[in-house]
């Protein structure tokens, strides 16, 4: 038990409100009502510092249960501090700018670190001796944690890198685990409810974080500036997305929101600019301001229907965006929304009616160059609208039941060109050529033959038939006068040859040519003199049957399709 050395008030009046007494260099601040003391500020802390749990004064023993306000503030000269396990408190910027603390112990004790409590003071290492009274102990602020930024946590003795939550905690309390850069996994139980602010905000040696189902909520900044976060499995009964949750995590690669989430919190994700992919649950009802703002190799988003609004710049800086998917209860589109975002290239905008938008929520998004695919009942609508009008082409978009037509197949200076009458096709063509192959022996026989096929497709369409064609040569010798870097020039004239139901097309035949169609065994099934771009003939043969085309004196195989 300490002994008081000498009472302040008697020696030194001038500044005896500053503490009551002093034991062993230690200054306190009595409570008589309830025998307790907490440590007070005092000119000259330095070195190791042991601090009692008790003393007595006048006969009675005082409890030390807290380090009072601005206790050991700026004691640029301390080393090693001890706490003693009665206390319960430690006040707002007790350790403040204590820059050369080397360690500290914080006792089972400890309820409650005050706001500022560890500003500017970063001990290397941390002891404590369970650690469910350290997520029991309610943090004021991020700079109430002392093992932000540098800090090693031992416990029992032993260095924490990979936390397994104790079974007996049901809450991860705010600024738990703030910046515990040390931090390599977390593994949770079934028992855990909730995970509060700045949880483990900038835990940069975190790489991957699955969430048990039992977790219904998050709070804001909870997992931000996790740099290192590559994977991340959310709770399927998570509430929402809270504000920041996620935000500047920059190697977060992938992430499912579960349909138990109604709403994506500001800046949830912002500045995740490797997020490649998203998946919304189907209940998600509002996207907050600046959610993915910056999420920049982010490609496509497919918004789910419920969704109703899109609040100011949520997927701005989306760089590489090129395709949006907007669902059909969408209300409200805000400022910057979707502003900057110079790749967009279509938005399929399923909504019933044609929601509200700003003047800037595509801004600098080029859509003068994209496409809108819009409800058939609100084409013309959209293009009245202003902003929607902009849109540099607006098409309807079917149930899905109607084909897209059959694309037709033209050559011409050298291009083979793709034509499909449905608004907004796309052609998909695949090109062979059997000449394009490894060949042994002395001689090479070519076809000078390439085989087309093509089909179309659109949104909301079912993808064409698919369309086939020849395309071949008809050539004069190669010419080899003047050959250069020994290549020589081949003068050829380009047929397109196409089949429908036994029927064959020929184009780039020369006017006046005699045509014969023959089966394999040498049989005439129909001929023709070319006249004009193209020739028809007719020939009985059914698909999958050889026709030998016959062009003046030059012939190729054809499969009928």
């Known amino acids: 038990m300490k ?3 000498f009472t302040l008030s008697l020696l030194m009046p001038m500044v005896a409100s500053a503490y009551d007494v002093v034991v062993d260099e230690i200054a306190f601040n009595l409570i008589p009502k309830g025998n307790v003391a907490e440590v007070a500020p005092s000119g000259w802390y ?20 807290g380090i009072g306000k601005e206790a050991f503030r700026n004691c640029k000269e301390l080393n090693h501090v001890t706490l003693p396990n009665t206390i319960i408190t430690i006040g707002y910027e007790a350790f403040a700018y204590c820059s050369t603390i080397e360690s500290i112990n914080i006792p089972s004790s400890v309820k409650t670190i005050e706001g500022g409590a560890f500003e500017n003071c970063y001990p290397k290492k941390i002891y404590i001796d369970n650690l469910s009274d350290w997520c029991n102990i309610s943090f004021g602020y991020h700079t109430s944690n002392p093992i932000q ?10 260095e924490l890198t990979d936390l397994v939550i104790p079974d007996d905690i049901t809450e991860i309390k705010d600024y738990a685990f703030y910046w515990f850069n040390a931090l390599k ?9 909730s995970i509060g602010n700045y949880a483990f905000n900038c835990c940069e040696g975190l790489n991957s974080l699955a969430l048990p189902n039992s977790i219904t909520s998050i709070g804001y900044n909870a997992f931000a500036n996790c740099h290192n976060l590559v994977s991340v499995q959310l709770s399927e009964n998570l509430d929402k997305v809270s504000n920041f949750m996620f935000a500047y995590c920059e190697n977060l690669e992938s992430v499912i929101i579960p349909n138990s989430v109604l709403r994506i919190g500001e800046s949830a994700f912002r500045g995740c600019s490797g997020l490649k992919s998203i998946s919304f649950g189907n209940n998600i009802q509002s996207i907050y301001s600046m959610a993915f703002w910056g999420c920049s190799s982010l490609t496509e988003l497919t918004l789910p229907h419920e969704l ?24 409200s589109i805000y400022n910057y929304a979707f502003a900057n975002c110079p790749k967009l290239e279509c938005v399929y905008n399923y909504a ?13 998004s080029y859509i003068e160059y994209a496409k809108l695919y819009v409800p058939a009942t609100l084409l013309s609508e959209y293009k009245s609208t202003e902003i929607w009008k902009n849109f540099g082409y607006i098409y309807s978009i079917t149930d899905g039941s109607e084909k897209c037509a059959k694309p037709t197949i033209l050559y011409s200076n050298g291009k083979i060109i793709f034509n499909c009458e449905t608004e ?13 192959k490894t060949h042994y022996g002395n001689e090479i026989s070519l076809t000078a033959t390439y085989t087309v096929s093509v089909y179309a497709t659109a949104p909301s369409y079912e993808n064409s038939d698919i369309v086939t064609a020849t395309l071949c040569w008809l050539d004069a010798e190669p010419r080899t006068e003047g050959m250069t870097n020994d290549v020589a020039a081949v003068r050829g004239n380009a047929i397109l040859i196409q089949s429908s139901n036994g029927t064959l097309n020929i184009q780039g035949a020369a006017d006046g040519a005699s045509i014969g169609i023959y089966t394999t065994s040498g049989m005439m099934v129909g ?13 009985g043969l059914k698909n999958g049957e050889i026709a030998i085309v016959k062009i003046g004196d030059k012939s190729v195989k054809v499969v009928i399709k």
């Open 149 to 158: 930024t540098w800090g090693q946590l031992i416990v029992n003795g032993e």
């Open 3 to 5: 002994k008081v050395l």
């Open 46 to 65: 330095h070195g190791d510092i042991n601090i009692p749990s008790s003393f007595d004064y006048d006969g009675v023993i005082y409890n030390v249960t």
């Open 527 to 539: 001929s023709a003199k070319s006249a004009g771009t193209s020739t028809s003939i007719a020939t």
């Open 424 to 436: 907004g096709a796309e052609c998909v063509a695949t090109i062979s050529d059997t000449d394009i």
């Open 308 to 331: 109703t609004t899109i609040s100011d710049y949520s997927f701005q800086q989306c760089s590489e965006l090129k395709k949006v998917t907007l669902g059909k209860n969408l209300q």
């Open 185 to 193: 996994s977390i593994t949770f139980h079934d028992h855990v409810k």
């Open 352 to 364: 019933e009616t044609v929601p509200t938008i700003s003047a800037e929520s595509f801004m600098d």
